[in-house]
């Protein structure tokens, strides 16, 4: 179960966002987000399941038409939550590596098989609601249009 719990007061957010990418043509490219969030609240005693930084780097390759790699990496820093009896408790920090492989038939038809949580790691974004461990999920995309 959860409380949800509203900071009716007003609260300030300063949130300082950068980003970088690097392309060489249409085949291969490397992109870094990163934000740092400084929270001033009110009434609430901490920005609950907030992370005062987080990170994304991806990157993708290209072989021909038809072959597309894909991976990236995310982190978030430690957070702040409530327990079952009210009191805070610190969620550890996180870095989830993802990876993917994408196949084109054609222009509206690709088959891919994504991997993610490769390290496997056990952790809660959310307070009690655990990540899935390393899994593996295929389909196919169809694009009409």
Do not use: C
């Not at 949130?15 to 001033?40: C, M, P």
């Not at 987080?54 to 430690?78: L, P």
């Not at 991997?115 to 009690?128: D, K, R, S, T, V």
């Amino acid at each position: 179960t959860f409380k949800i719990q509203y900071d009716s007061a007003v609260t300030a957010i300063v949130k300082i966002h950068g980003e970088l990418d690097y392309q060489v043509h249409e085949h291969f490219k490397v992109s870094l987000a990163a934000n740092y969030r400084k929270f001033t609240l009110a009434s609430s005693k901490e920005p609950w399941h907030r992370p005062n930084f987080d990170f994304k780097t991806s990157a993708f390759y290209k072989i021909g038409d038809k072959i597309r790699f894909h991976t990236d990496i995310m982190g978030y820093s430690q957070r702040k939550a409530l327990d079952g009896m009210g009191e805070a408790k610190d969620l550890d920090g996180i870095i989830d590596l993802n990876f993917g492989i994408d196949y084109s038939f054609s222009n509206a038809f690709t088959a891919y098989f994504n991997f993610n949580n490769i390290l496997a790691q056990e952790y809660e974004y959310w307070n009690n609601y655990p990540r899935q461990g390393f899994h593996v999920m295929g389909g196919v995309k169809l694009n009409l249009f």
